[in-house]
């Protein structure tokens, strides 16, 4: 069976990698940048299952992101990470909710991520 595809964006370079590291221990392929340029430019030339991606950062928002893996692959399943309390109202107010898998809030335990992308590829599977 293939490996599950995760892309990982967050402009948090000592998080990203750590998140990285934990899901390619989970035996996930996963390609990771801690820049918002590089992550485009992974989205535009790969198919991802899952992606993680930070709400904020320099330059460009996880709305962007979002919209951009939608549009490049709409079966792709997205995560919005975010330490922000608002990112249910930036959702509702711009109609994407329905477009994100879910919300990881940081700081977050290995086994809520875990059990996030777990969930998701269960639900794949179905």
Excluded: Q, W
């Excluded at 792709?76 to 711009?94: A, D, H, R």
Aim: glycine content about 6%; proline content about 4%; overall charge negative.
């Amino acid at each position: 069976m293939e490996k599950t595809r995760i892309i990982l964006i967050d402009d948090d370079e000592t998080l990203c990698e750590g998140v990285a590291f934990i899901l390619r221990d989970e035996g996930y392929s996963v390609m990771n940048t801690s820049s918002p340029d590089e992550g485009m430019k992974l989205i535009d030339n790969y198919v991802f299952d899952i992606a993680l991606i930070d709400y904020k950062m320099p330059h460009l928002t996880g709305i962007e992101f979002l919209k951009k893996i939608k549009e490049k692959n709409p079966a792709t399943k997205v995560f919005i990470v975010t330490g922000k309390p608002f990112i249910e109202n930036v959702l509702t107010e711009e109609n994407l909710f329905h477009l994100v898998e879910g919300i990881i809030k940081k700081p977050f335990k290995e086994e809520t991520l875990l059990d996030a992308v777990a969930g998701v590829i269960d639900r794949m599977k179905e």
